[in-house]
């Protein structure tokens, strides 16, 4: 008889509170949500300068949110890649490739801010966030094989860089020259 969820883990090779404990688990989540969150606050740390100047004087395409947005959603957001990424890590084996991908699109989403921020470069950030986007959906996918819930909660993600998407497309071509 064929499992009616074949994209949550199965039984065989998920991780259990038996096999490391509830509180080995919990710290692992915590690890993860953590990682996450880290890497939020050293783009945020790298970026304040630069919103403070030189931000403030580039025109800012249509539909650009106030400022005090982007801070509680991108928490939200590393706190869903932190549980997405420790959802599939209870997976076991079945999750090692697409943990992979999930710490290849972390690290590209650290590198964006310091390139826009940091660089004064929306254009290279443009290129940066477009590699960001293709590894976002090429981690949804694998999540999504691996564990159904854990590529849901990269579906924000995904929508809100897109959206930073069209903002940085916007910034490059309202500043260019």
Excluded: E
Excluded at 92 to 110: K, M, T
């Amino acid at each position: 008889m064929q499992n009616s969820q074949p994209n949550d883990c199965g039984s065989s090779s998920a991780r259990t509170p038996g096999s490391g404990g509830p509180l080995s688990l919990v710290l692992v989540l915590v690890g993860f949500v953590g990682l996450c969150l880290l890497v939020g606050v050293a783009s945020s740390a790298l970026t304040a300068p630069a919103v403070r100047g030189w931000y403030l004087s580039l025109a800012r395409p249509p539909g650009t949110p106030p400022d005090a947005v982007f801070a509680p959603v991108w928490t939200a957001l590393y706190m869903l890649l932190g549980i997405a990424a420790w959802l599939v890590w209870r997976c076991g084996g079945r999750g090692q490739a697409p943990l992979r991908l999930w710490g290849w699109q972390l690290a590209v989403n650290a590198l964006w801010s310091p390139v826009f921020f940091v660089l004064h470069s929306p254009g290279a950030a443009l290129a940066v966030i477009l590699v960001l986007v293709g590894l976002i959906v090429l981690t949804l996918r694998a999540f999504w094989r691996v564990r159904r819930s854990a590529g849901w909660l990269l579906v924000p993600y995904l929508a809100w860089v897109c959206y930073a998407t069209y903002l940085n497309a916007g910034f490059w071509w309202l500043n260019r020259g």
